[in-house]
Nanobody, 126 residues
Framework: QVQLVESGGELVQTGGSLRLSCVASGRTVRATTMAWFRQAPGKEREFVGAVRRNGGATYYADSVKGRFSISRDNAKNTVALQMNSLRPEDTAVYYC???????????????????WGQGTQVTVSS
């Protein structure tokens, strides 16, 4: 079993930056793909970004490309999401997710991830 705990969400003004962190415990996730998703009120959970196990390959939703950056530290079992140039439409609960193995073709899909954190709220004021 893997437990994921996110932190770093808060209220920020438009144009500001936040860094979200996710710590994995219980079992190493260094061999799996990890990702961030978000869910706004009344909307479905959507893909934000993902990083493959070696940290070298990252993938992003078009809506955050160029503004968000995902990274991981396998020695510490952590993954981070650096969010810059935040917009009101980025307001959501952000979830950290871990697959059970390395994935690629399904990297954007909620169903591809087995472990989920409890989420951290990000609110961007206009």
């Amino acid at each position: 079993q893997v437990q994921l705990v996110e932190s770093g969400g808060e209220l920020v003004q438009t144009g500001g930056s936040l860094r979200l962190s996710c710590v994995a415990s219980g079992r190493t996730v260094r061999a799996t793909t990890m990702a961030w998703f978000r869910q706004a009120p009344g909307k479905e959970r959507e893909f934000v970004g993902a990083v493959r196990r070696n940290g070298g390959a990252t993938y992003y939703a078009d809506s955050v490309k160029g503004r968000f950056s995902i990274s991981r530290d396998n020695a510490k079992n952590t993954v981070a999401l650096q969010m810059n140039s935040l917009r009101p439409e980025d307001t959501a609960v952000y979830y950290c997710a871990a697959a059970t193995t390395e994935i690629l073709s399904t990297i954007h899909q909620v169903s591809a991830y087995y472990y989920w954190g409890q989420g951290t709220q990000v609110t961007v004021s206009s």
